[in-house]
């Protein structure tokens, strides 16, 4: 008698790597898959280019992977989205410059000593 074994189809997920991801600047070797995932390369400007090469990440690449296993498509993608908490630019900062002497002193702090250099005895 056969056994009907069943069959798992592998599942093929690419990710546009933003300009905040962790994986910026790094050659694609260097990512930690989850387990039965495997790198097929980088869609570059229209071109693959194979994992063979270890190509460097670029921001607007896409990373292309297989999983060979559905049910780690999820931790595949958890892997491949990964980005800096905050938004960063070398060429400019987002964070809002701001004086100290034009912030407002909070009602329920009006009997706080102004003069932080007293000494209280």
Do not use: W
């Not at 069943?6 to 599942?11: C, D």
């Amino acid at each position: 008698m056969l056994k009907s074994e069943q069959v798992l189809e592998p599942s093929l997920f690419g990710v546009l790597i933003q300009a905040n991801s962790v994986y910026c600047g790094i050659h694609l070797t260097e990512i930690k898959l989850p387990d039965q995932c495997i790198f097929l390369g980088i869609l570059r400007n229209n071109q693959v280019i194979s994992a063979t090469d270890n190509p460097s990440i670029f921001s607007e690449d896409y990373i292309l992977a297989i999983a060979t296993h559905p049910m780690m498509v999820p931790a595949l993608k958890v892997t491949l989205k990964k980005i800096h908490s905050v938004y960063y630019s070398l060429n400019s900062c987002l964070l809002e410059a701001r004086s100290i002497a034009s912030q407002s002193v909070n009602s329920d702090d009006s009997d706080a000593p102004t003069n932080f250099n007293s000494t209280y005895y």
